[in-house]
């Protein structure tokens, strides 16, 4: 008995050394663009999309597991392992086009940052200034523990979307029956489907947890407690998601507003829900801005100096990483600037724009992790076996078909 306890306490202890990446990137996916996404969805169709929210969160713990399983074994993050594995011309796409995705999403981050703290009074001059001071202060001079302690701290914040359910008691059976797959003949259901699924499993989420997984340490040997924590921070990062469909579901969707931003369901939620509804709702985008907003740099960062053999890691200054630091610093200050000098109406077109081109990467990059993490020549005994490789390349060919239809639905104005 004794044995078994010690063995457990052992196991836990090894588990809190290494949790950090999984988690933290699987709530860095509920960013500003993913509480818009689900906020939207909720308003506009209540509960019916849980089911594919569902489906959506089984993806990305599978997808999750396997970037944290390459990372662990080889050493590498996965743009390093693609520039080895298909050459620079595949790699130089690939980068440029992340590049854009997380340059536009970073000022969709900031636009939340704005948002929320404007329900307090905050103006947007002093916000967003702030916001991105500290976030590159954070990034430049603290070591990779420090970082990763502020992230999860951010993420302590996301507990006000369920202490808002608890505030608001929705109809649990109206809510269970959303897990039901219908398929309704409406083309806007159809687009809000795919760009549910589209931000459930982001492309800059991957680079991230590879890179940060091998910028921690982390080993084949104590591979178990990452998968832990990878498929963790997935599943949380569906059940968050959840919260936030469940309260704009719960309060927006019979009242028919149709809210298009995150900052307009707050707003919203405070007349028809209560002060206290609305405000914990801001909280929660204020976190999920703030994590996307430290994330989303150091992805792009990560994942373009592994692309072309470049240093790069948090623990590093500007004297050892330039172009590290240099493109996080480039992409903070650029998004704030954009945020504070564009007209809020120029906004949205440039983070539809984002949203198009992660549409494009991420079929591209999920065949990429496909054939990397399937490769014995690259994974040795660790590669994909036949059932994990079907889930795979199942859910490569569902993300692949649902973002082609996405961007052919946009580009044809429906819904």
């Known amino acids: 008995m004794r044995r078994n306890v010690h063995r457990r306490r052992a196991a836990f202890a090894a588990f809190l050394v290494v949790m950090g990446p999984g988690i933290i990137t699987g709530f860095a996916g509920n960013d500003a663009g993913g509480v818009t996404t689900y906020t939207a969805a909720g308003a506009r169709f209540g509960f019916a999309l849980l089911w594919l929210l569902l489906i959506a969160s089984l993806s990305l713990v599978i997808v999750q597991e396997m970037c944290a399983r390459m ?70 001079f603290a070591s990779y523990r420090v970082v990763e302690r502020a992230l999860f701290a951010l993420i302590l914040a ?167 630091m240099g493109l996080v610093t480039f992409l903070l200050a650029a998004g704030g600037a954009i945020v504070l000098l564009v007209p809020k109406e120029q906004l949205l077109p440039l983070i539809v724009v984002s949203q198009a081109v992660n549409g494009l990467l991420l079929p591209i990059v999920l065949v990429f992790i496909m054939r990397l993490a399937s490769d014995p020549s690259v994974m040795g005994s660790d590669a994909n076996g036949r059932v994990r490789g079907t889930l795979g390349w199942g859910i490569a060919g569902l993300t692949g078909s649902l973002s082609i239809v996405y961007l052919v639905a946009s580009a044809l104005g429906i819904g």
């Open 158 to 324: 996301f507990i006000a979307y369920p202490v808002s359910i608890a505030i608001l008691h929705p109809d649990w059976s109206e809510v269970g029956r959303g897990f039901l797959p219908t398929v309704a003949n409406d083309p806007a259901v159809l687009v809000m489907a795919l760009a549910l699924v589209g931000t459930t499993v982001t492309p800059y989420l991957l680079f991230y947890l590879q890179a940060s997984v091998v910028d921690k340490g982390i080993d084949r040997e104590s591979f178990a407690s990452a998968r832990l924590d990878a498929i963790l921070g997935a599943t949380l990062a569906g059940l968050f998601a959840f919260f936030i469909l469940v309260v704009s579901g719960t309060v927006l969707f019979p009242a028919g507003v149709p809210a298009q931003t995150a900052a307009q369901a707050a707003q919203a939620l405070r007349p028809l829900a209560g002060e206290a509804a609305g405000l914990l709702f801001g909280v929660g985008l204020l976190a999920a801005s703030l994590l996307g907003l430290t994330v989303m740099p150091l992805s792009t960062s990560y994942a373009i100096c592994e692309a072309f053999g470049w240093e790069s890691g948090i623990s590093h200054d500007f004297r050892d990483a330039p172009v590290f």
């Open 71 to 140: 990372g662990a074994v080889t050493g590498k993050g996965l743009s390093d392992l693609i520039r080895e594995r298909f050459g620079v011309r595949w790699t130089i796409v690939a980068m440029l086009a992340l590049f854009i995705a997380n340059a536009s999403n970073v000022v969709a981050e900031y636009a939340g940052i704005a948002a929320s703290l404007g329900l307090v009074g905050v103006p947007p001059w002093a916000s967003v200034p702030v916001a991105g001071i500290v976030v590159w202060a954070l990034i430049v």
